[in-house]
């Protein structure tokens, strides 16, 4: 797993897709069930740690903090992503 919300937001969606599998003996589902249960606690936090991060960039820019210090906090940043061209 990395550490962006673009990444969070992904394995959430995965474990979703696990879920709707209608393949899953009552068993596995449970499994599922107790393992999304605890991606949704850690998730909630992580998007706890990006609220914050959030609002203290949005209080530097209200306090026109200085330029060098001056930049999203390294959770909202987003990775640059490679285009491929045919």
Request: proline fraction near 1%.
């Amino acid at each position: 797993m990395k550490n962006t919300l673009q990444d969070l937001n992904d394995h959430l969606f995965e474990q979703l897709e696990r879920l709707n599998d209608d393949d899953l003996t009552e068993e596995q589902l449970e499994k599922e069930l107790k393992r999304a249960e605890g991606m949704t606690r850690i998730a909630a936090q992580i998007i706890s740690n990006g609220e914050l991060a959030y609002r203290t960039m949005v209080h530097m820019d209200e306090y026109a903090y200085d330029g060098s210090i001056h930049h999203a906090p390294a959770l909202l940043q987003q990775k640059q992503q490679k285009v491929l061209v045919s």
